[in-house]
Protein backbone atom coordinates (compact mmCIF):
# COMPACT_ATOMS: atom_id res chain seq x y z
CA UNK A 1 0.00 0.00 0.00
CA UNK A 2 1.35 3.24 -1.09
CA UNK A 3 2.01 6.07 1.84
CA UNK A 4 0.70 9.02 -0.80
CA UNK A 5 -2.10 10.62 0.47
CA UNK A 6 -3.67 11.51 -3.70
CA UNK A 7 -6.83 11.33 -4.41
CA UNK A 8 -7.35 7.85 -6.48
CA UNK A 9 -9.04 8.60 -9.79
CA UNK A 10 -10.83 6.07 -12.29
CA UNK A 11 -9.52 6.93 -16.03
CA UNK A 12 -13.19 8.11 -16.91
CA UNK A 13 -13.27 10.47 -13.72
CA UNK A 14 -9.79 11.52 -14.75
CA UNK A 15 -10.59 11.92 -18.11
CA UNK A 16 -14.21 14.01 -17.62
CA UNK A 17 -11.94 16.17 -14.76
CA UNK A 18 -10.01 17.34 -17.72
CA UNK A 19 -12.65 18.22 -20.18
CA UNK A 20 -14.41 20.01 -17.30
CA UNK A 21 -11.72 22.02 -17.10
CA UNK A 22 -10.76 22.73 -20.03
CA UNK A 23 -14.29 23.83 -20.83
CA UNK A 24 -14.27 26.09 -18.31
CA UNK A 25 -11.47 26.95 -18.60
CA UNK A 26 -11.34 28.09 -22.30
CA UNK A 27 -15.49 28.28 -22.93
CA UNK A 28 -14.83 31.24 -25.68
CA UNK A 29 -12.06 31.32 -27.71
CA UNK A 30 -10.81 33.27 -30.95
CA UNK A 31 -8.14 32.08 -32.60
CA UNK A 32 -5.98 32.66 -36.20
CA UNK A 33 -4.25 30.10 -38.11
CA UNK A 34 -3.54 28.08 -41.33
CA UNK A 35 -5.89 25.34 -41.97
CA UNK A 36 -4.09 21.50 -42.62
CA UNK A 37 -5.81 18.79 -43.04
CA UNK A 38 -9.51 19.25 -43.98
CA UNK A 39 -11.83 16.21 -44.56
CA UNK A 40 -15.73 16.61 -44.70
CA UNK A 41 -17.14 13.03 -43.46
CA UNK A 42 -20.32 11.51 -45.37
CA UNK A 43 -21.85 12.32 -41.45
CA UNK A 44 -21.36 16.30 -43.24
CA UNK A 45 -19.15 16.86 -40.25
CA UNK A 46 -15.91 18.63 -41.15
CA UNK A 47 -12.25 17.58 -39.29
CA UNK A 48 -9.62 19.90 -39.88
CA UNK A 49 -6.43 21.29 -38.26
CA UNK A 50 -5.65 24.64 -37.26
CA UNK A 51 -1.87 25.34 -37.22
CA UNK A 52 0.93 27.53 -37.57
CA UNK A 53 4.55 27.37 -37.32
CA UNK A 54 4.82 25.77 -34.29
CA UNK A 55 1.84 23.86 -32.75
CA UNK A 56 -1.29 22.04 -34.51
CA UNK A 57 -4.47 21.98 -32.64
CA UNK A 58 -7.30 19.52 -33.88
CA UNK A 59 -10.55 21.10 -34.61
CA UNK A 60 -14.42 19.91 -35.74
CA UNK A 61 -17.62 21.59 -37.26
CA UNK A 62 -20.52 20.22 -36.54
CA UNK A 63 -22.81 19.69 -39.92
CA UNK A 64 -25.21 22.00 -38.58
CA UNK A 65 -22.79 24.68 -38.48
CA UNK A 66 -20.70 23.96 -41.86
CA UNK A 67 -24.64 24.58 -43.35
CA UNK A 68 -24.45 28.09 -42.01
CA UNK A 69 -20.47 29.21 -43.02
CA UNK A 70 -20.54 31.85 -45.32
CA UNK A 71 -17.37 30.09 -47.61
CA UNK A 72 -16.38 26.34 -47.76
CA UNK A 73 -12.79 25.27 -45.79
CA UNK A 74 -10.19 24.72 -47.59
CA UNK A 75 -6.35 23.52 -47.05
CA UNK A 76 -4.07 26.21 -47.03
CA UNK A 77 -6.62 29.16 -45.86
CA UNK A 78 -5.59 31.76 -43.65
CA UNK A 79 -8.91 32.04 -41.32
CA UNK A 80 -10.18 33.32 -37.90
CA UNK A 81 -12.01 31.19 -36.00
CA UNK A 82 -14.25 30.80 -32.81
CA UNK A 83 -15.48 28.30 -30.79
CA UNK A 84 -14.87 26.23 -27.58
CA UNK A 85 -12.13 23.82 -26.21
CA UNK A 86 -13.12 20.73 -25.36
CA UNK A 87 -11.92 16.84 -25.35
CA UNK A 88 -12.34 13.94 -26.80
CA UNK A 89 -11.54 11.01 -23.77
CA UNK A 90 -11.68 8.49 -26.37
CA UNK A 91 -8.08 9.32 -27.73
CA UNK A 92 -7.12 11.60 -25.21
CA UNK A 93 -7.33 14.67 -27.64
CA UNK A 94 -8.40 18.11 -26.75
CA UNK A 95 -9.94 20.04 -30.22
CA UNK A 96 -11.53 23.12 -31.06
CA UNK A 97 -15.16 22.88 -31.36
CA UNK A 98 -15.32 25.60 -34.28
CA UNK A 99 -18.78 27.55 -34.22
CA UNK A 100 -17.67 30.58 -36.73
CA UNK A 101 -15.17 30.87 -39.50
CA UNK A 102 -14.12 33.45 -41.44
CA UNK A 103 -10.89 34.24 -43.72
CA UNK A 104 -8.48 36.52 -41.92
CA UNK A 105 -8.34 39.69 -43.84
CA UNK A 106 -9.31 40.64 -47.29
CA UNK A 107 -6.10 39.78 -48.52
CA UNK A 108 -6.34 36.60 -47.80
CA UNK A 109 -9.69 36.67 -49.41
CA UNK A 110 -7.96 38.18 -52.42
CA UNK A 111 -5.61 35.94 -52.47
CA UNK A 112 -8.25 32.99 -52.08
CA UNK A 113 -9.93 34.70 -54.93
CA UNK A 114 -7.46 34.59 -57.22
CA UNK A 115 -6.63 31.28 -56.52
CA UNK A 116 -9.86 30.38 -57.63
CA UNK A 117 -9.66 32.59 -60.91
CA UNK A 118 -6.63 30.92 -61.85
CA UNK A 119 -7.70 27.52 -61.73
CA UNK A 120 -11.57 27.98 -63.61
CA UNK A 121 -9.13 29.90 -66.12
CA UNK A 122 -7.07 26.72 -66.72
CA UNK A 123 -9.72 25.17 -67.60
CA UNK A 124 -11.34 27.49 -70.69
CA UNK A 125 -14.58 28.56 -68.39
CA UNK A 126 -13.33 32.05 -69.32
CA UNK A 127 -12.15 31.69 -72.41
CA UNK A 128 -13.77 34.72 -75.29
CA UNK A 129 -14.42 31.67 -77.67
CA UNK A 130 -17.09 30.88 -75.38
CA UNK A 131 -19.19 33.81 -75.28
CA UNK A 132 -22.35 34.31 -77.72
CA UNK A 133 -23.29 38.12 -78.86
CA UNK A 134 -26.39 39.81 -77.13
CA UNK A 135 -29.50 39.77 -78.77
CA UNK A 136 -30.22 42.82 -80.41
CA UNK A 137 -34.20 43.01 -79.17
CA UNK A 138 -35.05 40.77 -77.19
CA UNK A 139 -38.36 39.66 -76.38
CA UNK A 140 -38.05 38.01 -73.05
CA UNK A 141 -35.32 39.07 -70.37
CA UNK A 142 -34.72 36.88 -67.51
CA UNK A 143 -33.56 37.84 -63.93
CA UNK A 144 -32.14 36.16 -61.43
CA UNK A 145 -32.19 38.16 -58.14
CA UNK A 146 -33.73 38.72 -54.96
CA UNK A 147 -37.37 39.54 -55.26
CA UNK A 148 -37.32 42.32 -52.32
CA UNK A 149 -34.19 44.12 -53.32
CA UNK A 150 -33.67 47.28 -54.90
CA UNK A 151 -32.51 45.68 -58.09
CA UNK A 152 -35.14 44.14 -59.58
CA UNK A 153 -36.73 47.43 -59.46
CA UNK A 154 -34.20 49.11 -61.38
CA UNK A 155 -33.91 46.10 -63.78
CA UNK A 156 -38.00 47.09 -64.99
CA UNK A 157 -38.05 50.83 -65.04
CA UNK A 158 -35.24 51.04 -67.14
CA UNK A 159 -36.34 48.15 -69.50
CA UNK A 160 -39.56 50.10 -69.21
CA UNK A 161 -38.02 53.56 -69.93
CA UNK A 162 -36.13 52.31 -72.87
CA UNK A 163 -38.03 49.40 -74.58
CA UNK A 164 -40.49 47.44 -72.47
CA UNK A 165 -40.24 43.61 -72.79
CA UNK A 166 -41.65 40.53 -70.84
CA UNK A 167 -39.30 40.68 -67.48
CA UNK A 168 -39.37 36.74 -66.14
CA UNK A 169 -37.85 37.15 -62.55
CA UNK A 170 -36.53 34.14 -60.44
CA UNK A 171 -36.09 34.86 -56.90
CA UNK A 172 -33.01 33.72 -54.98
CA UNK A 173 -30.79 34.67 -52.04
CA UNK A 174 -28.28 36.77 -53.31
CA UNK A 175 -26.31 36.51 -50.10
CA UNK A 176 -25.13 34.05 -47.04
CA UNK A 177 -26.04 30.20 -46.57
CA UNK A 178 -26.86 28.23 -49.25
CA UNK A 179 -27.48 31.41 -52.05
CA UNK A 180 -24.34 29.84 -54.00
CA UNK A 181 -26.63 27.15 -55.31
CA UNK A 182 -29.74 28.85 -55.48
CA UNK A 183 -28.01 31.28 -57.94
CA UNK A 184 -26.68 28.51 -59.89
CA UNK A 185 -29.90 26.32 -59.73
CA UNK A 186 -31.88 29.35 -61.18
CA UNK A 187 -29.25 29.86 -64.59
CA UNK A 188 -29.89 25.98 -64.95
CA UNK A 189 -33.34 25.78 -64.61
CA UNK A 190 -33.47 28.78 -67.29
CA UNK A 191 -31.62 27.23 -69.63
CA UNK A 192 -33.33 23.92 -69.30
CA UNK A 193 -36.61 25.32 -69.03
CA UNK A 194 -39.58 24.82 -72.14
CA UNK A 195 -41.14 27.53 -72.92
CA UNK A 196 -44.90 27.81 -73.04
CA UNK A 197 -47.94 29.49 -74.80
CA UNK A 198 -48.32 32.02 -71.79
CA UNK A 199 -44.55 31.98 -70.81
CA UNK A 200 -41.79 31.84 -73.16
CA UNK A 201 -38.64 31.11 -72.72
CA UNK A 202 -35.88 33.83 -72.32
CA UNK A 203 -33.47 34.98 -75.19
CA UNK A 204 -31.45 36.84 -72.66
CA UNK A 205 -30.53 36.32 -68.76
CA UNK A 206 -29.65 39.11 -66.11
CA UNK A 207 -28.20 38.17 -62.55
CA UNK A 208 -26.89 40.74 -60.65
CA UNK A 209 -27.20 42.41 -57.17
CA UNK A 210 -26.32 45.67 -55.62
CA UNK A 211 -23.34 46.63 -53.88
CA UNK A 212 -21.44 45.17 -50.74
CA UNK A 213 -18.14 43.51 -49.14
CA UNK A 214 -16.23 41.23 -50.30
CA UNK A 215 -17.87 38.56 -48.21
CA UNK A 216 -21.25 39.91 -49.11
CA UNK A 217 -20.43 39.35 -52.61
CA UNK A 218 -18.90 35.97 -52.57
CA UNK A 219 -21.76 33.65 -53.29
CA UNK A 220 -20.99 35.36 -56.72
CA UNK A 221 -17.56 33.95 -56.92
CA UNK A 222 -18.27 30.11 -55.80
CA UNK A 223 -17.13 27.32 -58.73
CA UNK A 224 -20.72 26.26 -58.68
CA UNK A 225 -22.48 29.80 -59.77
CA UNK A 226 -19.12 30.37 -62.29
CA UNK A 227 -19.74 27.01 -63.89
CA UNK A 228 -23.51 27.18 -64.16
CA UNK A 229 -23.05 30.75 -65.87
CA UNK A 230 -20.36 29.44 -68.06
CA UNK A 231 -22.71 26.83 -69.35
CA UNK A 232 -25.57 28.83 -70.04
CA UNK A 233 -26.56 28.56 -73.60
CA UNK A 234 -28.57 31.58 -73.22
CA UNK A 235 -26.65 34.66 -73.58
CA UNK A 236 -25.93 35.88 -69.96
CA UNK A 237 -25.06 39.40 -68.22
CA UNK A 238 -23.54 39.44 -65.10
CA UNK A 239 -24.33 42.78 -62.88
CA UNK A 240 -22.99 42.48 -59.39
CA UNK A 241 -22.23 44.92 -57.14
CA UNK A 242 -20.94 48.18 -58.70
CA UNK A 243 -18.81 49.34 -61.14
CA UNK A 244 -15.40 48.68 -58.70
CA UNK A 245 -16.57 45.27 -57.58
CA UNK A 246 -15.63 42.40 -59.30
CA UNK A 247 -16.54 38.67 -59.20
CA UNK A 248 -15.65 35.08 -60.88
CA UNK A 249 -19.21 35.43 -62.99
CA UNK A 250 -17.82 38.67 -64.43
CA UNK A 251 -15.13 36.65 -66.10
CA UNK A 252 -17.35 33.96 -67.18
CA UNK A 253 -20.58 35.95 -68.30
CA UNK A 254 -21.22 37.17 -72.29
CA UNK A 255 -21.35 40.77 -71.46
CA UNK A 256 -20.34 42.49 -67.66
CA UNK A 257 -22.64 45.40 -66.48
CA UNK A 258 -20.90 47.87 -64.23
CA UNK A 259 -24.31 47.71 -62.44
CA UNK A 260 -27.86 46.93 -62.45
CA UNK A 261 -29.34 49.22 -64.22
CA UNK A 262 -25.99 49.50 -66.76
CA UNK A 263 -27.46 45.66 -67.49
CA UNK A 264 -30.83 46.83 -68.62
CA UNK A 265 -29.36 49.75 -70.79
CA UNK A 266 -27.50 47.01 -72.51
CA UNK A 267 -30.34 43.84 -72.81
CA UNK A 268 -33.02 46.68 -74.73
CA UNK A 269 -31.92 49.61 -77.23
CA UNK A 270 -33.62 52.79 -76.52
CA UNK A 271 -37.19 52.58 -78.98
CA UNK A 272 -37.49 56.20 -79.55
CA UNK A 273 -33.97 56.32 -81.13
CA UNK A 274 -34.77 52.98 -83.05
CA UNK A 275 -37.72 54.83 -84.18
CA UNK A 276 -35.80 57.78 -85.07
CA UNK A 277 -33.21 55.81 -87.02
CA UNK A 278 -36.04 54.19 -89.28
CA UNK A 279 -37.12 57.47 -90.24
CA UNK A 280 -33.39 58.95 -91.11
CA UNK A 281 -33.16 55.56 -93.22
CA UNK A 282 -36.16 56.35 -94.66
CA UNK A 283 -35.33 59.95 -96.17
CA UNK A 284 -32.06 59.06 -96.87
CA UNK A 285 -33.35 56.24 -99.51
CA UNK A 286 -35.96 58.36 -100.59
CA UNK A 287 -32.91 61.09 -101.54
CA UNK A 288 -31.24 58.40 -102.87
CA UNK A 289 -34.32 57.39 -105.03
CA UNK A 290 -34.70 60.63 -106.50
CA UNK A 291 -30.93 61.15 -107.12
CA UNK A 292 -30.70 58.08 -108.96
CA UNK A 293 -33.77 59.23 -111.10
CA UNK A 294 -32.36 62.49 -111.75
CA UNK A 295 -29.23 61.48 -112.87
CA UNK A 296 -30.64 58.36 -114.88
CA UNK A 297 -32.63 60.81 -116.69
CA UNK A 298 -29.89 63.76 -117.02
CA UNK A 299 -27.97 60.41 -118.52
CA UNK A 300 -31.13 59.70 -120.95
CA UNK A 301 -31.02 63.14 -122.36
CA UNK A 302 -27.76 63.35 -123.05
CA UNK A 303 -27.67 60.39 -125.03
CA UNK A 304 -29.69 62.28 -127.46
CA UNK A 305 -31.37 59.32 -128.03
CA UNK A 306 -34.36 59.71 -131.63
CA UNK A 307 -37.83 60.60 -131.55
CA UNK A 308 -40.06 57.69 -131.53
CA UNK A 309 -41.23 59.44 -134.73
CA UNK A 310 -38.23 59.14 -136.52
CA UNK A 311 -37.66 55.52 -135.31
CA UNK A 312 -41.06 54.77 -137.39
CA UNK A 313 -40.49 57.17 -140.50
CA UNK A 314 -38.20 54.37 -142.20
CA UNK A 315 -40.35 51.35 -141.61
CA UNK A 316 -43.81 53.51 -142.55
CA UNK A 317 -42.05 54.13 -145.60
CA UNK A 318 -41.53 50.37 -146.31
CA UNK A 319 -45.02 50.04 -145.56
CA UNK A 320 -45.88 52.33 -148.24
CA UNK A 321 -43.73 50.86 -150.60
CA UNK A 322 -45.42 47.76 -150.24
CA UNK A 323 -48.93 48.59 -150.91
CA UNK A 324 -48.10 49.80 -154.22
CA UNK A 325 -47.67 48.21 -157.61
CA UNK A 326 -44.53 46.56 -156.77
CA UNK A 327 -46.88 44.59 -153.94
CA UNK A 328 -49.51 43.90 -156.06
CA UNK A 329 -47.55 42.87 -158.71
CA UNK A 330 -45.92 40.49 -155.93
CA UNK A 331 -49.42 39.27 -155.25
CA UNK A 332 -50.46 38.68 -158.80
CA UNK A 333 -47.30 36.50 -159.19
CA UNK A 334 -47.91 34.58 -156.31
CA UNK A 335 -51.77 34.08 -157.15
CA UNK A 336 -50.18 32.67 -160.87
CA UNK A 337 -48.32 30.45 -159.41
CA UNK A 338 -50.73 29.15 -157.12
CA UNK A 339 -53.55 28.13 -159.90
CA UNK A 340 -50.78 26.64 -161.89
CA UNK A 341 -50.04 24.57 -159.55
CA UNK A 342 -53.72 23.85 -158.49
CA UNK A 343 -54.81 23.03 -162.48
CA UNK A 344 -51.64 20.57 -162.36
CA UNK A 345 -53.09 18.99 -159.38
CA UNK A 346 -55.16 15.85 -160.24
CA UNK A 347 -58.28 16.40 -158.80
CA UNK A 348 -59.83 13.52 -155.72
CA UNK A 349 -62.34 11.71 -158.09
CA UNK A 350 -59.81 11.26 -160.98
CA UNK A 351 -57.18 9.78 -158.07
CA UNK A 352 -60.30 7.30 -157.46
CA UNK A 353 -60.72 6.70 -161.23
CA UNK A 354 -57.17 6.05 -161.82
CA UNK A 355 -56.49 3.44 -158.84
CA UNK A 356 -59.81 1.63 -159.42
CA UNK A 357 -58.95 0.83 -162.68
CA UNK A 358 -55.20 -0.05 -161.52
CA UNK A 359 -57.21 -2.18 -158.96
CA UNK A 360 -59.60 -3.95 -162.08
CA UNK A 361 -56.84 -4.39 -164.48
CA UNK A 362 -54.90 -6.69 -161.96
CA UNK A 363 -56.19 -10.51 -163.44
CA UNK A 364 -55.68 -12.19 -160.11
CA UNK A 365 -57.46 -15.25 -159.70
CA UNK A 366 -60.86 -15.05 -158.13
CA UNK A 367 -61.75 -17.50 -155.11
CA UNK A 368 -64.05 -19.67 -157.55
CA UNK A 369 -61.81 -20.40 -159.90
CA UNK A 370 -58.56 -21.34 -157.46
CA UNK A 371 -61.62 -23.88 -155.69
CA UNK A 372 -62.43 -25.02 -159.45
CA UNK A 373 -58.56 -25.87 -160.22
CA UNK A 374 -57.79 -27.44 -157.03
CA UNK A 375 -61.36 -29.79 -157.38
CA UNK A 376 -59.88 -31.17 -160.56
CA UNK A 377 -56.56 -31.94 -159.83
CA UNK A 378 -58.27 -33.52 -157.00
CA UNK A 379 -60.39 -35.61 -159.58
CA UNK A 380 -57.10 -36.33 -161.73
CA UNK A 381 -55.37 -38.13 -158.30
CA UNK A 382 -58.57 -40.07 -157.41
CA UNK A 383 -58.01 -42.00 -160.72
CA UNK A 384 -55.31 -43.56 -159.21
CA UNK A 385 -54.60 -46.87 -157.43
CA UNK A 386 -56.56 -47.41 -153.98
CA UNK A 387 -53.65 -47.62 -151.89
CA UNK A 388 -52.71 -43.71 -152.43
CA UNK A 389 -55.92 -42.79 -152.75
CA UNK A 390 -57.36 -42.32 -149.42
CA UNK A 391 -54.33 -40.30 -148.98
CA UNK A 392 -55.06 -37.95 -151.88
CA UNK A 393 -59.03 -37.76 -150.40
CA UNK A 394 -57.13 -35.93 -147.18
CA UNK A 395 -54.78 -33.92 -148.82
CA UNK A 396 -57.54 -32.86 -151.31
CA UNK A 397 -59.79 -31.80 -148.85
CA UNK A 398 -56.62 -29.93 -146.74
CA UNK A 399 -56.29 -27.95 -149.79
CA UNK A 400 -59.38 -27.50 -150.89
CA UNK A 401 -59.58 -25.75 -146.76
CA UNK A 402 -56.81 -24.03 -147.20
CA UNK A 403 -58.27 -22.25 -150.81
CA UNK A 404 -62.21 -21.05 -148.66
CA UNK A 405 -59.63 -19.51 -146.10
CA UNK A 406 -57.07 -17.93 -148.44
CA UNK A 407 -60.29 -17.06 -150.52
CA UNK A 408 -61.90 -15.47 -147.18
CA UNK A 409 -58.50 -13.42 -146.75
CA UNK A 410 -58.22 -12.00 -149.70
CA UNK A 411 -61.64 -11.06 -149.89
CA UNK A 412 -61.30 -9.39 -146.55
CA UNK A 413 -58.30 -7.31 -147.53
CA UNK A 414 -59.52 -6.15 -150.44
CA UNK A 415 -62.93 -5.34 -148.65
CA UNK A 416 -60.14 -2.93 -146.14
CA UNK A 417 -58.19 -2.02 -148.52
CA UNK A 418 -61.59 -0.48 -151.14
CA UNK A 419 -63.03 1.26 -147.40
CA UNK A 420 -58.90 2.99 -146.68
CA UNK A 421 -58.98 3.69 -150.66
CA UNK A 422 -62.71 5.45 -150.20
CA UNK A 423 -61.72 7.85 -146.79
CA UNK A 424 -58.64 8.67 -148.49
CA UNK A 425 -60.22 9.95 -151.28
CA UNK A 426 -63.35 11.28 -148.89
CA UNK A 427 -60.83 13.65 -147.10
CA UNK A 428 -58.46 14.38 -149.93
CA UNK A 429 -61.63 15.78 -151.79
CA UNK A 430 -62.77 17.38 -148.46
CA UNK A 431 -59.40 19.24 -148.50
CA UNK A 432 -59.10 20.17 -152.00
CA UNK A 433 -59.74 23.66 -153.97
CA UNK A 434 -62.51 22.23 -155.53
CA UNK A 435 -64.27 20.25 -152.05
CA UNK A 436 -64.24 24.08 -150.82
CA UNK A 437 -65.89 25.60 -153.63
CA UNK A 438 -68.17 22.32 -153.45
CA UNK A 439 -69.21 23.25 -150.01
CA UNK A 440 -71.21 26.65 -150.70
CA UNK A 441 -68.04 28.59 -151.48
CA UNK A 442 -67.61 31.06 -154.52
CA UNK A 443 -64.31 32.80 -155.35
CA UNK A 444 -64.55 36.50 -156.45
CA UNK A 445 -62.54 37.95 -159.20
CA UNK A 446 -62.55 41.31 -160.65
CA UNK A 447 -61.99 42.61 -164.32
CA UNK A 448 -58.15 41.69 -164.19
CA UNK A 449 -58.29 38.10 -162.93
CA UNK A 450 -57.61 39.54 -158.90
CA UNK A 451 -58.72 37.52 -156.39
CA UNK A 452 -60.64 40.19 -154.10
CA UNK A 453 -60.59 40.12 -150.74
CA UNK A 454 -62.21 42.59 -148.92
CA UNK A 455 -65.93 44.69 -149.71
CA UNK A 456 -63.56 47.58 -150.32
CA UNK A 457 -61.46 46.49 -152.98
CA UNK A 458 -64.49 46.87 -155.96
CA UNK A 459 -66.37 49.93 -156.46
CA UNK A 460 -69.87 50.39 -157.47
CA UNK A 461 -70.77 49.14 -160.66
CA UNK A 462 -67.58 47.19 -161.20
CA UNK A 463 -68.00 43.73 -162.52
CA UNK A 464 -66.57 40.50 -160.93
CA UNK A 465 -66.99 37.09 -161.68
CA UNK A 466 -67.74 34.58 -159.35
CA UNK A 467 -66.76 30.83 -159.74
CA UNK A 468 -68.40 28.15 -158.16
CA UNK A 469 -67.95 24.54 -158.01
CA UNK A 470 -69.59 23.56 -161.37
CA UNK A 471 -68.80 26.93 -163.11
CA UNK A 472 -68.57 30.80 -163.37
CA UNK A 473 -70.85 33.30 -163.34
CA UNK A 474 -70.18 37.54 -163.78
CA UNK A 475 -72.11 39.92 -161.32
CA UNK A 476 -72.01 43.82 -160.85
CA UNK A 477 -71.35 45.20 -157.55
CA UNK A 478 -74.13 47.49 -156.77
CA UNK A 479 -73.56 50.67 -154.29
CA UNK A 480 -73.89 48.59 -150.79
CA UNK A 481 -71.28 45.99 -151.97
CA UNK A 482 -74.02 43.62 -152.76
CA UNK A 483 -74.56 41.38 -156.67
CA UNK A 484 -77.25 42.87 -158.66
CA UNK A 485 -77.55 39.73 -159.81
CA UNK A 486 -79.97 38.96 -156.77
CA UNK A 487 -83.44 40.71 -158.02
CA UNK A 488 -85.65 37.40 -156.94
CA UNK A 489 -84.68 38.15 -153.48
CA UNK A 490 -85.19 41.65 -152.82
CA UNK A 491 -88.38 41.18 -154.70
CA UNK A 492 -89.51 38.23 -152.14
CA UNK A 493 -88.54 40.76 -149.20
CA UNK A 494 -90.58 43.18 -150.58
CA UNK A 495 -93.75 41.10 -151.21
CA UNK A 496 -92.91 39.93 -147.60
CA UNK A 497 -92.65 43.93 -146.34
CA UNK A 498 -96.06 44.88 -148.15
CA UNK A 499 -98.15 41.94 -146.46
CA UNK A 500 -100.26 43.31 -143.78
CA UNK A 501 -99.03 42.70 -140.36
CA UNK A 502 -101.44 44.75 -138.20
CA UNK A 503 -98.18 46.98 -136.68
CA UNK A 504 -97.54 50.78 -137.55
CA UNK A 505 -94.37 51.52 -139.12
CA UNK A 506 -91.76 52.30 -136.02
CA UNK A 507 -89.75 54.46 -137.48
Known sequence: MSDSNAPEYSVSELAGAVKKTIEQTFGRVRVRGELGRVTIARSGHCYLDLKDDKAVINSIIWKGTMNKLPLVPEEGMEVVVEGRMSTYPGRSNYQLVIESLELAGAGALMALLDKRRKALAAEGLFAAERKVELPFLPRVIGVVTSPTGAVIRDILQRVGDRFPVHVILWPVTVQGDGAAEKIAAAI???????????????????????????????????????????????????????????????????????????????????????????????????????????????????ARLPRKERLLESASQRLDRLRFPEAASLFERQRQRLANLSARLPTPRSQLDTMAARLSGLRLPGPERMLRDKRRELDALRLRPDGIATRVVREGERVERMGERAARAAAARMARDADRLAKAGSLLEAFSYQGVLARGFALVTDADGQVVRSRDAVESGERVALEFADGTRKAVIDGHGTPATAPKTARRKRTLDARPTGQRDLF
Open 188 to 302: TGFNNYEPTAHLPRPDVLIVGRGGGSVEDLWCFNEEVVVRAAAASTVPLISAVGHETDTTLIDYASDYRAPTPTGAAEVAVPVRADLALGLEESGQRMARALRRNAQEAATALKA
